[in-house]
């Protein structure tokens, strides 16, 4: 009851360990000292509510998330979900092309649906490059505890 009378909103462990994983990544960087880092890694694992977490990743540059991004698992995800992205535009393409050329139309419609999603494959391989996310639902936005979460 305690949360609905003070309007805060309990954090889980999910999201502890996501501001956790912000943080060593941070620490990875050298922007964090071990010794604070430690402290804040506490602090994330104390943590009751949601509010609490915020705090510890307000000084560092994008909420510590470009870092969490440029880290090897998370670029190696990024690639493995850009290849799945490629792999269904083509089949997806294939399919249209597939139906276009047994139904013997002259004009190439398939073109209105080919073009944008290669745009998305170009786009997506664009966020790649910069250290960004693409529709991955944790770190949209500004994480568990920012805006991303009172819309969902």
Do not use: C
């Amino acid at each position: 009851m305690e949360g609905t009378q003070t309007g805060r909103i309990r954090t889980s462990d999910a999201e502890r360990e996501q501001t956790a994983e912000v943080l060593r990544a941070a620490m990875g960087e050298g922007r964090l000292p071990l010794d604070e880092g430690e402290a804040r890694m506490t602090a994330v694992y104390a943590a009751v509510y949601r509010d609490e977490l915020a705090p510890l990743t307000a000084d560092l540059p994008g909420r510590g998330l470009p870092a969490l991004a440029r880290t090897p698992e998370r670029r190696a995800a990024a690639r493995r979900r850009l290849r799945a992205h490629a792999g269904a535009v083509m089949l997806v393409s294939g399919v249209l092309i597939a139906i276009w050329a047994t139904t013997g139309a002259h004009f190439f419609w398939p073109v209105f649906a080919i073009v944008p999603l290669l745009l998305s494959v170009f786009k997506h391989a664009a966020v790649n490059r910069t250290g960004g996310t693409w529709h991955h639902r944790d770190w949209h936005g500004h994480g568990p505890w920012g805006p991303y979460d009172r819309f969902h």
